[in-house]
């Protein structure tokens, strides 16, 4: 996945926060190392795991100092191995110490959740639907992990709320009926904005239709409520498969004729992936 697929400057914003949470006033241990004396230092991959965070990395080191250089061996959204070198990593040795940890943060993180969201992807298969993120990201690494995403393959379904329409049951409940909110998302929303409803039944799923949603989304249903969903739609709206999916049973919903499903656990159970950074001085 070219970088040129996100925001440099939302990279440095996120890499600015992280640089100053950690480093502060100054690197204190680092100021040990005599300032001109240079180094190298090699990222190697200790699993298999899919690579993301590569703007990140950089920009940990790139913001501390323009002069370091990085040779990069794998791309964002590659597959790698263990004991696979991932990059090579050239300046001053001060530097080098003082952005491993945040680099390594980023990109220990990022590839975590490409690596678990391209499990999702390679367990739909040949089946034609997509997958997507949600909202649930870790706070303020949201652009970041949406990205991971699209390495591995899969969609980022609304950013934020500002960009998508999602009626769910607390809204419904608001507005008074599924209809009711539907029609004042039309009347407040721009008009290029689909309008996407939450039911939870199949007689949420008729009232869904009945006012026009742009998309459905099925919370929690069985494979064979989910069929009926998909009979019941005909065609109408796209439909959204959410809740309690797995793994195990993605597939068996996916086979159900749904055109998305959403999963939450990809980066909000994220499992860091293990990379070490060796630095020869």
């Not at 969609?155 to 999602?166: A, E, F, I, P, S």
């Not at 199949?202 to 239709?209: G, R, S, T």
């Amino acid at each position: 996945m070219p970088s040129n697929d996100i925001a440099i400057h939302d990279v440095r914003e996120d890499v600015r926060r992280a640089l100053q949470e950690d480093v502060g006033g100054g690197d204190i241990t680092a100021a040990l190392i005599d300032t001109d004396r240079q180094a190298e230092a090699t990222v190697i991959s200790r699993e298999h795991a899919v690579l993301c965070g590569r703007p990140w990395f950089e920009q940990a080191f790139l913001l501390l100092d323009q002069s370091v250089r990085i040779a990069w061996r794998a791309q964002d959204g590659d597959s790698v191995e263990p004991n696979q070198i991932l990059c090579v990593v050239y300046g001053p040795a001060r530097v080098l110490l003082t952005g491993e940890r945040t680099a390594l943060n980023f990109l220990q993180t990022l590839s975590g959740t490409a690596t678990a969201a391209r499990r999702y992807v390679e367990a739909l298969g040949d089946s034609g639907v997509e997958l997507l993120d949600t909202r649930k990201t870790i706070p303020g690494l949201r652009q970041a992990q949406k990205y991971a995403v699209r390495c591995a393959g899969g969609r980022n379904h609304r950013m934020g709320l500002y960009d998508g329409v999602l009626i769910k049951e607390n809204h419904i409940a608001a507005a008074g009926s599924i209809g009711r909110a539907v029609d004042q998302a039309r009347h407040h929303a721009p008009r290029d904005i689909p309008v996407e409803v939450e039911v939870e039944d199949l007689q949420q799923l008729h009232e869904a239709l009945a006012a026009g949603a742009d998309i459905v989304l099925l919370d929690n249903m069985e494979p064979d409520l989910l069929r009926q969903a998909v009979a019941i739609n005909n065609g109408r709206s796209r439909l959204e498969a959410s809740g309690g999916i797995t793994l195990d049973n993605i597939r068996a919903v996916a086979d159900t004729g749904v055109d998305y499903i959403s999963i939450g656990a990809i980066t909000k159970h994220v499992r860091a992936v293990d990379l070490s950074m060796r630095i020869v001085i």
